[in-house]
């Protein structure tokens, strides 16, 4: 079954996208997302401030 996420308050950090959702607990999560053709990097966090961080120091590795 795919995960229906309800994204609330995207920001975009150059190609990183980062958004709030509430997971199928009832928590609140983040995830940092990047739009970069080929990249692939996608993770949750506990924290928004984490999240933020993630998508400020991303590289992507695909050239």
């Given at each position: 079954?795919?995960a229906?996420?309800?994204?609330?308050?995207?920001?975009?950090?150059?190609?990183?996208?980062?958004?709030?959702?509430?997971?199928?607990?009832?928590?609140?999560?983040?995830?940092?997302?990047?739009?970069?053709?080929?990249?692939?990097?996608?993770t949750d966090?506990?924290?928004?401030?984490?999240?933020?961080?993630?998508?400020?120091?991303?590289?992507?590795?695909?050239?």
């Amino acid at each position: 079954m795919p995960a229906n996420r309800r994204f609330r308050h995207v920001v975009r950090i150059g190609p990183v996208q980062v958004g709030t959702y509430y997971d199928g607990r009832g928590r609140e999560k983040h995830t940092a997302a990047c739009t970069a053709p080929r990249c692939g990097f996608s993770t949750d966090y506990d924290s928004r401030a984490a999240a933020e961080l993630a998508a400020r120091t991303h590289r992507c590795a695909v050239r």
